[in-house]
Structures are given as structure tokens and as C-alpha cells.
């Protein structure tokens, strides 16, 4: 955890951290509603994610690789095609994204972000903002310390607080 934060002249708190079992050195930004008070609830959150696990490096890995697979089934990127080759296989000979590894491996960790707002939800919950292999920045949603879901820059937090059906399985019936 860190021991201060750095704050701007918006009262954005900043630290940098490491996320051990993902090998990952980040910056946090704390959100705090008024001043330069960061909460327990939001050193909460912040601990949840730097004790991810193995487990939820691989859990992450594998929702990474089922949304590039969702984003080439539904978008065109503009590749082309080899004979025999779908336009998924397509896209991640070109995006050189073969595995779920190296789809992780080429997704770059941007940064922790904590609202304080988010301290009344039922769950605990924070985000970390990647940039998957196409360049698109996405949120990594941790619920109660565990790698929830990946979905799109921007979502609200609090939509995924209360048991909703998750993104990724959403995406999965959107594509049946």
C-alpha cells in the first residue's frame, strides 16, 4: 500500500504500485468526493486488487481473449484474409494474439482507479484500466477482490454491483 499520494490540483491522488502476481508497476488514482482524504473503504478496494492472484491473472487472460474474440466477430478491422482462414483467425494472426497468453502479454496496464462515491455500493468495487492489443482501453472490474469481467471505457460501476448478468456473458448470447 502506499505510504502518501501525490495530489494535483483537482485532488486526484496518485501513487504507483505493483500488482505482484500480474508483474504489473502502475499508477493508482484515488477519486476522492472532497479534499485530499482517501478512505478506508477506498484502501479496501485498493488492497483487493494488489492482492489479485494466479488465478485471477488466468481468469483475466482468458476474458481478454473472449472479447478480442468478440470484437473480430463484430467489427472489421480492415484485414484480410488468407485462403482457408476466418476473419477471427485472421485478426489475431494480425494482432499476433495466437493465445490467451499472448493476448495478456500484449495488453498494457494503464492504471488503478478508486472513487470514493463507490464506497456506499453493496460489493467492493475498483477498476483497472487496460489497453487491449487493437489499442481500445478497457475496464478490468475487481468485485470483492477477484477479477470480475472486462468490459468497455466508460461503464459505471455501480451497474455491476448488484448480481447483474455479467458482460461476458452477455457478449456470449449476443454471438448464439
Known amino acids: 500500500m502506499p505510504d502518501r499520494y501525490e495530489w494535483d490540483d483537482y485532488d486526484v491522488g ?9 508483474g504489473w508497476s502502475i499508477p493508482v488514482l484515488m477519486f476522492p468526493e472532497e479534499g485530499r482524504q482517501v478512505t ?17 491473472r488466468d481468469r483475466l487472460q482468458a476474458l481478454l ?13 480492415g484485414v484480410e484474409q488468407q485462403a482457408g482462414e476466418s476473419s477471427v483467425e485472421a485478426h489475431r494472426r494480425f494482432f ?16 488503478i482507479h478508486i472513487f470514493e462515491e463507490d464506497d456506499a455500493l453493496t460489493h467492493r468495487l475498483a477498476v483497472i484500466k487496460v489497453e487491449d492489443p487493437g489499442g481500445e482501453i478497457l475496464m478490468v472490474i475487481v468485485r470483492d477482490g477477484r477479477i470480475y469481467d472486462v468490459v468497455e471505457d466508460g461503464a459505471v460501476l455501480s451497474g455491476y454491483d448488484v448480481d447483474p448478468v455479467a458482460p461476458s456473458e452477455q457478449r456470449k448470447a449476443l454471438l448464439k
Do not use: H, S
Not at 481473449?65 to 478491422?77: E, I, P
Open 14 to 22: 496518485r501513487a504507483d504500485v505493483t500488482i505482484p502476481a500480474f
Open 40 to 56: 478506508a473503504a477506498m484502501e479496501a478496494r485498493l488492497a483487493d486488487v494488489l492482492a489479485l492472484t494466479t488465478e485471477d
Open 65 to 77: 481473449w473472449d472479447y478480442m474474440d468478440f470484437l473480430f466477430t463484430v467489427a472489421d478491422f
Open 96 to 111: 499476433e494474439i495466437e493465445t490467451p497468453a499472448a493476448t495478456l502479454a500484449q495488453t498494457v496496464a494503464r492504471g
